[in-house]
Nanobody
């Protein structure tokens, strides 16, 4: 099994930045594509970004393109989400997730049921 632990969530002002980390079991980290999802109160969970096993391919939800950057360091078994130009609408619990299938054309990278393992989430709150 793969254990995922999110960290570095917190409070930011509109226009500010936060960098989330997702520490994973080192043994199998490079065997998984990684995704970041978020869920605001009363709303369904939605994709934020995803990255392929090697880091060569990334995908983003339209709502965060140009503002957020997903990355990974396989040597450290860690995925990251750099969030810039934060808006109050970005307030949510953010989850990292691992997918045994790699990102590719036609893949369901944006679907929560594509992913096999989930972290417990970290709260991100953006004030205006």
């Amino acid at each position: 099994q793969v254990h995922l632990v999110e960290s570095a969530g917190g409070l930011a002002q509109a226009g500010g930045s936060l960098r989330l980390s997702c520490a994973a079991s080192e043994r199998t980290f490079s065997s998984y594509a990684m995704g970041w999802f978020r869920q605001a109160p009363g709303k369904e969970r939605e994709i934020v970004a995803a990255i392929s096993k090697s880091g060569g391919i990334t995908r983003y939800a339209d709502s965060v393109k140009g503002r957020f950057t997903i990355s990974r360091d396989n040597a450290k078994a860690t995925a990251y989400l750099q969030m810039n130009s934060l808006q109050p609408e970005d307030t949510a619990v953010y989850y990292c997730a691992a997918d045994g299938r790699d990102l590719r054309y036609g893949s369901s990278w944006y679907r929560s049921d594509e992913y096999n393992y989930w972290g417990q989430g970290t709260q991100v709150t953006v004030s205006s």
